[in-house]
């Protein structure tokens, strides 16, 4: 057999197993029946985001290739400074309590961060656009993440929004690979991602759908209607995939990283994640404010 593949399976159910651990809430129980009174679901949680979140960081910052100015030094504390700010309302209960524009501008940065990449690629090569992209593409959508389950402390009781938030995104991009490889004729992006077709992403979309239904009929306390949020997976994953490449293109790099083994770096992985968490975050706002 294969050594890479060999490698690239046993990396990639590492990756999975220690997603599903801090997500759900049997990784917790299951530490727990080892070592009695151990740890909360949702600080396994916090502690999988931030990691996620100081790995991206870094990733982005080699993948961007910042020269010597002074940016280069203060990206990771402004990063981990707009991080602390989403931190304090994870501990302090404070999200969905409470409309707030400035989540609305912060969401709004990262469209803008987007189109900038797409459209603007060259404000990019300079130290300062860099600083900015970073830390608008790496603390808000990690931050917005931690928004997105509900948990009680005292009940000891964590919600499967993100737990579901991944089925969907891994699901989508199985569905969106299996029906490009057999019917995929017209490229949606072929100088940004070849192997992406149209057809591709409509049985991505169809069939992300159908799953969202499921996830909804059967876990009904969840929050908001979930074939609305398989909807926005199944549009948006593919985008933040395309915003990924897109972003290697640009400063001629092929992978984010190597900390996976025969997968690449954290945002090779979470590359639809991140575009994803924000957008089912805003769609919870306003599912909450109707």
Known sequence: MDKNLIQRTISGLV???????????????????????????????????????????WECMKIMKFGTGYERWIVLPLAFFVFYLFSKRYFNFGFYYNFRLSEILALSLILIAVVTLFKFSTELYY????LIFTVIYTALPFGFALGLPKYSAFQDTFSLEVFFLFILIWSSDTFAYLTGKFFGKHKMAPKVSPKKTWEGFAGGVILTIILAFFVDEYFPELRGNWMVV??????????GDLVESQLK??????????????????????????????VVYLYFILDKLI
């Open 249 to 278: 293109r640009s400063f001629a790099v092929k992978d984010s990283g190597n900390l996976i083994p025969g997968h690449g770096g954290v945002l090779d992985r979470l590359d639809s994640f991140i575009i994803c968490a924000p």
């Open 127 to 130: 130290d300062s656009g860099k």
């Open 15 to 57: 990756y999975i197993l220690i997603i599903m651990a801090c997500i759900h809430p049997a990784g917790a129980e299951s530490i727990n029946k080892v070592f009695p009174d151990t740890v909360k679901q949702h600080y396994l949680y916090y502690g999988l985001i931030s990691l996620l979140f100081l790995a991206s960081v």
């Open 230 to 239: 398989g909807a926005l997976i199944a549009v948006f994953a593919p985008l």
